[in-house]
């Protein structure tokens, strides 16, 4: 978790030497900012935030943009969530102000730049900002991402495990986990952690969560991953208030791009059903047997009667060819289920263990097909999928199904 109101770091790009002299003229201070400026534009800002953590203020220069609202979307998508941005160009539209105040940007300033009107948009979202909160595009929310299980011996687990992983670092995005099962979850032993009470903690104690309390409360995989769990005793009835969980996840939400939630395969519960009807994305994981066509049936039934706009099912076959007999064809699970798979993830009788065993995650190995589909759920996060036509079709068919 990066972004809090204590914004003191400024970068600027800016394509033209008078709007850089201007920006180096400002007197910052008194503001307590500290300044970085760099020559460029939209692409050149994109390409820095690929290796970089982004400033808590971005103030860019889209003058030379063909393509402003497209590129601003780029941009929204390479920050960091909390980054407030300031838009310079040459164009005095209205309608392009208020398009770019739509997507969340704090200002548009027009050329030539003066030394006094960056000071006074920079003191503005210093002072003015903290007191009423605005949100837009640069100051969205993450997802929630929501994982269960058809039933048990899925594979959840190690597909939310490794699919964070991989998105905090092959795709350098801020992911948060939280194992909500906190009698039997295993996520910490996908990284050799050992079990910790901070989850558990953090409920005993709702009125007090705030995001100072969840830092305290959270084990660290390297520089963008962070896992919220607990471990408690098997004769304990763990406590999961609604209180404690709505604000885990809005304090999640506005500092990371992902909250992953491993839910218990108790559909009903209160945190569940708390947490399904308010996630973007919900992925379903099952095998081609059966019981996993029965138990992903009645959860698609749940779902159509919660209905949220905006949401999308993800439904995973894991583990295809594990029981080769007992299965039932894609072909034949999709027709009953009157819902298409979204992907397929063959068994891989090896790379998973040997990871869990060296506590190594799987995209590490790169090999097997158990890594090839966590890297699959990432892409889809991420929205890189190619679209045939008859996936086209099957996305479609997946946006129907909504909470």
Known sequence: MTKDNNLNSLLCFLSDDTSIEAVQATSLNNLGITLEVKKGGIEECLKHLKSNQSPDILLIDISESKLPMTDMMKLAEACEPGVEVITVGNRNEVGLFRDLMRLGIKDYLVKPLTSMHIFKTLEHILFEEKKVSQPGR???????????????GTGVSTLVANSAWALAEKESKKVAIVDLDIQLGIIPHFFNLESS???????????????T???????????????????????????????????????????????????????????????????NIVVVTTDYSLIGLKETSRF?????????????????????????????????????????????????????????????????????????????????????EIKSKEFSGVLNYLKSLKF
């Open 300 to 384: 698609l039934e749940l779902c159509k009667d919660r209905l949220v706009p905006d949401q999308e099912i993800i439904i995973v076959a894991n583990k295809l060819g594990q029981y080769k007999a007992g299965e039932l064809t894609r072909e034949m699970f999709e027709e009953a289920l009157q819902h298409k798979v979204t992907l397929e993830i063959a068994f891989d009788p090896l790379n998973p263990l040997e990871a869990l065993r060296d506590g190594t995650p799987l995209v590490n190995k790169a090999k097997g097909s158990a890594c090839t589909g966590v890297l699959a759920i990432v892409n889809r996060l991420l929205g890189k």
């Open 213 to 279: 309390l969840i830092n305290r409360s959270m084990t660290h995989v390297g520089q963008n991953l962070m896992i919220l769990s607990s471990q408690t005793s098997l004769q304990d009835q763990p406590n999961l208030s609604l209180e404690a969980i709505e604000s885990i996840t809005q304090e999640l939400l506005s500092n990371v791009h992902f909250v992953f939630v491993d839910l218990p395969r108790n559909f009903l519960t209160p945190s569940n059903t708390f947490l399904l009807q308010r996630s």
């Open 197 to 211: 009470i901070g989850l558990q903690k953090l409920f005993e104690t709702p009125e007090r969560i705030d995001e």
């Open 138 to 152: 640069f100051n969205k929310s993450g997802k929630l991402v929501t994982f269960i299980g058809s039933h048990g």
